[in-house]
């Protein structure tokens, strides 16, 4: 049987979405598993990491598998052999390949040529295991999640697009609230567009911060600048308006949750009243990378559906 692979959100077909967030809610409540018992799982890393090594590293290790962490300083990828042969030569000893890095590309070009599952844990253009645990995190606060509304705050990014991308696909209202400037490539938005018209789902850009988080059930924001733009002081002037602080949460509906991916830079995109206070699900979002990522691993590997 062909491999399965999730590079990004619409990998999964809608239900599939669906198959996934329930087996993570079951996995939530009982940890320790054995869908994994014998099998290893490579988790090669081109970038730092807290949440996705961790998270990684142990749910493979509760589902009964072998977490194997390689960095890419460690392997040869890209140096001495091809993407195509590390990919050829990892999947004759692991059952699947977990990658962060840079390069939406070579992500593509590891799963062309592997043949067991390749997950994205994130890359320049998607973060597709953030945005399926992001709904996860909105339907545990809102059950009644279809039609409410989710405000992104900030730069059109990775977390951005591929948290619109479920959004989309799973009936919550998401609206950009980015500045002139700071969008998503335009192929994307379409894509975006045309994913939430066919699955009726409201999708909006709002340069206006004030009038974006109005109804919102939750605002979420990411940080301003990543890795490699710590000098773009234009690009944190054009994003101060959108920072995620009390006076917007006021401005949404009562009951709306404040979310971060992390890490957080506090007082930037983010005030540390709100990140610290009494509408913060910012540290259940992060706990449930583990859980969904549990689901995820399960289902690509066992078609597990718990």
């Given at each position: 049987m062909e491999a399965r692979h999730f590079l990004?959100?619409?990998d999964l077909a809608k239900a599939e979405v669906e198959t996934v967030l329930i087996a993570a809610a079951s996995w939530k409540k009982q940890p320790l598993g054995s869908v994994l018992q014998g099998k290893t799982v490579a988790l090669v890393f081109g970038k730092p990491s807290t949440r996705t090594r961790v998270s990684f590293s142990v749910g493979v290790y509760q589902l009964g598998g072998m977490p194997l962490a390689l960095s890419e300083q460690e392997l040869q990828m890209r140096r001495s052999e091809s993407i195509e042969d590390t990919a050829r030569v990892l999947s004759r000893y692991v059952d699947a390949i977990v990658i962060r890095t840079f390069a939406q590309r070579d992500v593509e070009d590891l799963a062309a040529h592997a043949t067991v599952p390749v997950i994205n844990a994130l890359t320049d253009d998607d973060h597709p295991c953030q945005a399926l645990t992001d709904v996860f995190t909105f339907r545990e606060r809102f059950p009644d999640a279809s039609g409410r509304k989710i405000v992104y705050l900030g730069d059109g990014n990775n977390v951005a697009a591929s948290l619109a991308e479920a959004c989309a696909l799973?009936?919550?209202?998401i609206c950009l609230s980015v500045p002139e400037g700071y969008d998503l490539p335009?192929?994307?938005m379409?894509?975006?567009?045309?994913?939430a018209n066919a699955n009726?789902?409201?999708?909006?850009?709002?340069?206006d911060p004030t009038a974006a988080v109005a109804g919102a059930s939750a605002l979420y924001t990411d940080v301003w600048i990543s890795m490699g733009q710590e000098s773009d002081s234009a690009k944190v002037e054009a994003l101060r308006p959108y920072q995620l602080n009390d006076d917007l949460l006021r401005r949404a509906r009562?009951?709306?949750?404040a979310l971060h991916c992390l890490p957080a830079h506090r007082g930037d995109e983010i005030t540390?009243?709100?990140?610290?206070?009494?509408?913060s699900a910012v540290f259940d979002q992060a706990e449930n990378r583990?859980?969904?990522q549990k689901a995820l691993m399960s289902f690509l590997l066992e078609g597990d559906r718990r």
């Open positions: 990004k959100v619409t799973t009936g919550i209202d335009p192929g994307k379409t894509e975006i567009q045309t994913l009726g789902t409201g999708f909006q850009v709002e340069r009562p009951e709306a949750i540390d009243e709100v990140m610290d206070g009494p509408r583990l859980h969904v």
